[in-house]
């Protein structure tokens, strides 16, 4: 299993940004996905799950918010819109196999890409 992020960099706030993340060595369209995040000095943090053919998405109290989780089944790629950026976005943004983990843990997580919010 490799997953690979890619998008992040430096956004003013106010901002949009589209992430990516390219799987391969599993049969992604089998497989639900997530998307987590970890801003300096906390935790991981889930931010969103999508099932397997992208109809069931989900997010933090049922509410999509400035974040839009998608996927591309054909390409093998999973993205995470993010709207209006604010500082406290500023984290490394990580892609996962599989759907909403209770405890975070995921057996498989990319290396992640650093999104930085700051004009």
């Known amino acids: 299993v490799h997953l690979v992020e890619s998008g992040g960099g430096l956004v003013p706030p106010g901002g949009s940004l589209t992430l990516s993340c390219v799987a391969s060595?599993?049969?992604?369209?089998?497989?639900?996905m997530t998307w987590l995040r970890q801003a300096p000095g906390k935790g991981l943090e889930w931010i969103s799950s999508i099932s397997m053919r992208g109809g069931g998405k989900y997010y933090p109290n049922g509410e999509r918010g400035r974040f839009t989780i998608s996927r591309d089944n054909d390409k093998n790629t999973l993205y995470l819109q993010i709207d209006d950026l604010i500082p406290e976005d500023t984290a490394m943004y990580y892609c996962a196999k599989g759907g909403q983990s209770k405890t975070n843990e995921y057996a498989y997580r990319g290396q992640g890409t650093q999104v930085t919010v700051s004009a």
């Open positions: 060595g599993f049969d992604f369209s089998t497989s639900g």
